[in-house]
Nanobody, 130 residues
């Protein structure tokens, strides 16, 4: 059974830091792309980062570039999102998602389109409050 489980969310002050984890199982982690998305009530789900575990390619949305860092740990079949300089606008439910990697050139086209991904976690809440 494929599973993706997010953890690490919580309450954080503006300017603070937080690291989210996505623990995966039930598929060959090394053949996949893992993406991070976030959603606030009333808004569309926003793709913010992805990593191709197979190829090592990484992408960030402009909204988080320079503040968030995505990494993978093959030994743990896990992906992490390190968040620094957190802002009020980062409040959201954060989800990780997985899809088997295709041709390398497809990543930039599809990475932030939620329909591309086959498997999703349950989400973890990040609340930014002063």
């Amino acid at each position: 059974e494929v599973q993706l489980v997010e953890s690490g969310g919580g309450l954080v002050h503006p300017g603070g830091s937080l690291t989210l984890s996505c623990a995966t199982s039930g598929f060959n982690f090394g053949d996949y792309v893992i993406g991070w998305f976030r959603q606030v009530p009333g808004k569309e789900r926003e793709g913010i980062s992805c990593i191709s575990v197979r190829d090592g390619d990484i992408l960030y949305a402009d909204s988080v570039k320079g503040r968030f860092t995505i990494t993978s740990d093959n030994a743990r079949s896990s992906v992490y999102l390190q968040m620094i300089s957190i802002q009020d606008e980062d409040t959201a439910t954060y989800y990780c998602a997985a899809v088997r990697a295709g041709v390398r050139e497809a990543l930039a086209r599809y990475a932030f389109l939620d329909y591309w991904y086959d498997y999703w976690g349950q989400g973890t809440q990040v609340t930014v409050s002063s």
